[in-house]
């Protein structure tokens, strides 16, 4: 008996593969990558409809069937009404976040409980971003990707640097070399101490600022 019902898991299991591989072909998306919030919640709900039709040997496979495509009915229909209705599809797929804007950090964002600085850094070097003066505009996306527009190698200005060598706080007064607020971006031509306090976001740290061309 146990030996026939084992069998028939193989079987539900590969129904219910076909399934899901059909419903997901169905709803248009292409990758992970781009999957929201509300789409994870949808895919997991599929992943829950779709699991115990497999194994339980009560829950027949109409069951799961009808349950997935109901999924997909609600998810298409979800969809189209947020085409139409601003608010719904910003409280489905939330909302772009500015991140970088004329080479300085946007600091409306520094008591968020999702900003992370450093993964952000990590984002911009991934990207070949050696300092913020590179950077005119970046845009952290609603399914977390980072849109990044750069200055022309001409209009490249100074600013924050990003990777760990030049990212460091200064230990001594430079002379005549701008530096660069450590939180915010902000750039001073010429600070008056080393702990003086950035006008932009009131923080007391800085580096030296770079100005170095961007590498592709």
Known sequence: MEDEFLLEILYRTCIMFVVILLVLRLSGRRGVRQLTLFEVAIILGMGSAAGDPMFQEEVPLLYGVTVLFT?????????????????????????SMVIVQEGEFEIKHEKDADFSQMEFFAELRNQSVEHLGQVRYALLETDATLSVLFYPDDDVKYGLPLFPNHYKAIKTLPINKPCACMFCGRVEEELLAIDAVCPRCQHKEWALALNTKRIS
């Open 71 to 95: 999924i997909l009915v609600i998810y298409k229909g979800v969809t189209l009404l947020s085409v139409r209705l601003k608010f719904l599809h910003e409280i489905l797929e939330g909302k």
